[in-house]
Structures are given as C-alpha cells and as structure tokens.
C-alpha cells in the first residue's frame, strides 16, 4: 500500500526549487508564507516573465523547466498538485508566447498536455 501524502513529493519539489531559486525562493517564502499554491503561482510567472524578458542563463530556465516536469509527473498521481500545476505556473507559461513556445521543447510530454489543455 502506497503511504506517501501529496505532500511529501511537493516537498522534495519544493527543496528542489529553494537549492536551484535560493532568492525567488526566500522573497517569496517571505511573501506567501507556506502557502504552495502562490509558490508555485509566483514561480511560473517569474520563470515566464525570465524567459520574455531574456534576463536568465539557458542553465536557470532549464532547471525551470525541470521544476514543472516534477510538478506534472506528481500531477499524474496527486488531483491537489495537478491542480497546483494547472492554475498556477502554466497559466503564466500559457500566456506568455515566447515561455510557451520553449515550454513546447523543454516541458516532458505529460507536461505539455497539461499546457495544451489549457490553451483549448
């Protein structure tokens, strides 16, 4: 029997966010507080407003990118971190269109039809 809560893999994501967006991390630690919705919320509009802007190094995007592919495979077992996924970071990469045509290289395929489904 699986005994591993939806939050446990958000917590690894989230370890996994705070080493490789010490900054983006704490400022927005700071500013939400525990609340993982607005975390994630925050990321995705920092990530896409980074990639419009050209402001971060190919190195920082994709390890972006690899912060919602964590996010999407425990999308595909855990409802609360699909939804996390879907009305937070991806509608920031969904309306951004140079974000959304690097997600099309970058994001896995589970991810990109979580990006799909939101452009319908």
């Keep these: ?4 809560r939806p939050e446990q893999p958000l917590e690894r994501i989230s370890d996994y966010l705070r080493r490789n967006f010490p900054d983006f991390f704490a400022e927005a630690r ?5 609340d993982d919705y ?8 920092y990530l896409a407003r980074a990639i419009e802007q050209e402001r971060a ?3 920082k995007i994709n390890r972006g990118f690899t912060v919602l ?13 699909r939804q996390l996924l879907l009305s937070g970071p991806l509608e920031h990469i969904v309306d951004a ?24």
């Design 38 to 45: 607005f975390l994630y919320a925050r990321f995705g509009a």
């Design 97 to 120: 269109p140079k974000a959304r045509a690097l997600a099309r290289k970058r994001l896995s395929p589970v991810a990109q039809g979580y990006l799909e489904g939101l452009r319908e």
């Design 69 to 81: 592919n964590k996010l999407a495979r425990a999308a595909a077992k855990y409802p609360r971190i």
């Design 30 to 34: 700071f500013h939400v507080g525990d």
């Design 57 to 59: 190094p190919r190195g």
């Design 1 to 4: 029997m699986d005994n591993i």
